[in-house]
């Protein structure tokens, strides 16, 4: 556990520069990816292994971020050109019309997320309190998805319970700690949980199904178009990968964070991936999200998400 959490640190606070690509042709991009969560990066660390960054002639610079909420923050700031976020991140985005644009959804799974609560809690009802949550990310809203579904809506509403807001690697530290008795998180610090002594992990795939998404942004589309058509397509063409040779592609993320055989192993079976461009099945995962929002008073009214689908979009193929 300790080795695990140790290496996965290392990497999430490294700048990958080692992934820039030589006899590039074009402009530079920069791309922001939240490396500490294998799920949301193993296309991007499969497309490094196999060079498709690289055979595809990029010129690629890979800063780390911490979430893929500081991926879409990065975009949004113009101190990246591609990021990787949840539907959350992006709901909450379009109600301050950011400059973001969509270019396609590439992964689905409904076990990423969970909840960790002592060994021995009752089934039903709130996690014992204070919950470890991560604000603004699918992890608090998950929280209230699974209240929701028993009815205790207005529980998390009118916050009838502590909640400890932390950033995603202080979660394991919070739990064992003792700071919070409970937490809602996603990979891998949910399996880092289930290895604390007195720990039991709780996944429920009919609370949530996660989206990721592939962003960028409108003078992203205009100034270096033929360079992002070429990273769509070799990130496309890793998650092609991914699917059709699961295994190897396992072994090599495992390889990237030092993991053991188990560290993926409740999850990964559950994680589809592959860049879907169809707009109006994008819309409405974001449009859930944002439906939430709105309940939980964190904007006014659900935004209008037709901009962030620009006809002009470079498509996968």
Not at 35 to 53: H, L, Q, R, Y
Not at 60 to 65: F, G, M, Q, T
Not at 246 to 256: D, F, L, Q, T, W
């Amino acid at each position: 556990m300790k080795r695990s959490l140790r290496v996965l640190l290392i990497v999430a606070t490294t700048m990958l520069g080692a992934w820039s690509c030589t006899g590039s042709t074009g402009q530079k991009l920069t791309f922001a990816n939240p490396g500490s969560d294998w799920w949301t990066s193993a296309p991007t660390i499969v497309a490094s292994a196999n060079k498709a960054f690289e055979n595809a002639r990029l010129d690629l610079s890979v800063a780390d971020v911490s979430s893929g909420l500081a991926s879409k923050n990065a975009v949004a700031a113009g101190t990246a050109d591609i990021g990787l976020t949840a539907a959350t991140p992006l709901a909450l985005a379009a109600s301050h019309n950011e400059p973001i644009v969509v270019i396609g959804t590439y992964l689905r799974s409904n076990l990423v997320v969970g909840v960790a609560v002592p060994a021995g809690s009752p089934a039903a009802g709130i996690p014992p309190s204070p919950i470890a949550v991560v604000p603004g990310t699918i992890s608090e809203w998950y929280l209230y998805s699974l209240l929701a579904k028993q009815g205790l809506e207005s529980d998390f509403i009118d916050s009838k319970f502590a909640r400890l807001e932390v950033r995603p690697p202080d979660v394991v530290a919070s739990v064992s700690g003792g700071s919070a008795k409970s937490a809602v998180i996603w990979e891998p610090f949910l399996t880092m949980l289930k290895r604390q002594p007195g720990v039991e992990v709780r996944r429920d795939p009919s609370i949530q199904e996660v989206r990721l998404f592939l962003v960028t942004r409108p003078d992203v589309i205009a100034s270096k178009r033929a360079e992002l058509t070429r990273f769509i397509r070799a990130f496309d063409d890793s998650c092609r990968f991914i699917r059709e040779h699961s295994a190897e592609a396992k072994g090599i993320v495992e390889r990237h964070y030092g993991f053991d055989s188990e560290m993926m192993a409740d999850a990964w079976p559950s994680v589809t991936y592959g860049l879907e461009q169809n707009v109006e099945d994008m819309k409405a995962a974001i449009r859930r999200e944002a439906n939430i929002a709105l309940r939980l008073k964190r904007i006014a009214a659900i935004p209008s998400l037709d901009y962030l689908f620009p006809a002009n979009t470079p498509t996968v193929r």
